[in-house]
């Protein structure tokens, strides 16, 4: 049987709320039960890959270290939109881990060629 | 079709958990059957036995409670999502050393394992409440 194929959908930046880590937590679920997991970071959520966040000032755990241990979880690749690096005037190759920025067509082919889709 | 909702806010603040609540009923009133009902993040509230509206307002945990007698429904709550925000049952509870537990009846607490598995097993995977 081909592998089922998970989508994990995140719009909100890192600390904001629960959403950047309760979309981690579904994404690492994926994993453990080895499904092909993909992880695509829209809007605000492209600020969760900013390197060197130091969230202990507002007692916050910090994502950098959760984000980059995805690749021993299997999660290889994460994606985000050129809009989305537009909108805060970042660049994909300074972000960590550096995502695969998709034009509005790949974003379109993306969510359809996955099998679930779930937003946080 | 087999469905399988996941509902991520809380009763009375938005109106997600109401929409789920009746996307819910219109599935089974159509003839489709749903796998599992997963409630996460804020939605762990939809399991909050303590929850006491006013008469003449909708009492949406009950409502849940009395579908899923209805239709058999599988109901589960992440359980790591609950215990952060003081939803436990009983074993909780004593894990926790809480002096109540609140869980009402018909909703289980579970880990995010429950809902990838009722991923693999459903045709549609319909969220409400999410991106907040």
Same mark, same amino acid.
């Given at each position: 049987m081909k592998r089922k194929s998970v989508l994990v959908i995140c719009r909100k930046g890192p600390y904001g709320s629960s959403a950047a880590r309760e979309a981690l937590d579904i994404a690492l679920s994926g994993a453990v039960f080895e499904l092909s997991v993909s992880l695509l970071l829209l809007d605000d959520g492209v600020l969760q890959l900013l390197p060197g966040q130091n969230s202990g000032l507002i007692g916050e755990k910090n994502l950098n270290a959760m984000l980059s241990a995805l690749p021993?979880?299997?999660?290889?690749?994460?994606?985000?939109?050129?809009?989305?690096?537009?909108?805060?005037?970042?660049?994909?190759?300074?972000?960590?881990?550096?995502?695969?920025?998709?034009?509005n067509q790949e974003l379109q082919t993306l969510i359809k060629c996955h099998d679930m889709v779930l937003t946080v | 079709?087999?469905?399988?909702?996941?509902?991520?806010? &809380?009763?009375?603040?938005?109106?997600?958990?109401?929409?789920?609540?009746?996307?819910?009923?219109?599935? @089974? *009133?159509?003839? =489709?059957?749903?796998?599992?009902?997963?409630?996460?993040?804020?939605?762990?509230?939809?399991?909050? &036995?303590?929850?006491?509206?006013?008469?003449?307002?909708?009492?949406?945990?009950?409502?849940?409670?009395? @579908? *899923?007698?209805? =239709?058999q429904l599988d109901m589960v709550v992440c359980i790591a999502a609950a215990v952060?925000?003081?939803?436990?049952?009983?074993?909780?509870?004593?894990?926790?050393?809480?002096?109540s537990q609140n869980l009402a009846e018909r909703f289980e607490l579970s880990g995010l394992g429950q809902l990838i598995e009722a991923g693999l097993h459903s045709d549609r995977v319909i969220t409400f409440g999410g991106q907040r």
């Open positions: 021993l979880y299997d999660i290889e690749q994460v994606y985000t939109s050129l809009h989305s690096l537009a909108l805060h005037g970042l660049e994909a190759q300074r972000l960590e881990p550096a995502p695969r920025a998709l034009d | 079709m087999i469905y399988t909702l996941v509902v991520h806010a &809380a009763p009375y603040q938005s109106a997600a958990a109401g929409t789920a609540l009746r996307f819910a009923k219109a599935v @089974l *009133a159509a003839g =489709h059957g749903i796998h599992r009902v997963f409630f996460y993040r804020d939605g762990v509230y939809n399991a909050n &036995a303590l929850a006491a509206p006013p008469r003449d307002e909708q009492n949406i945990p009950q409502q849940w409670q009395q @579908l *899923a007698s209805e =239709h952060r925000r003081g939803v436990l049952d009983a074993g909780e509870a004593k894990r926790y050393e809480k002096s």
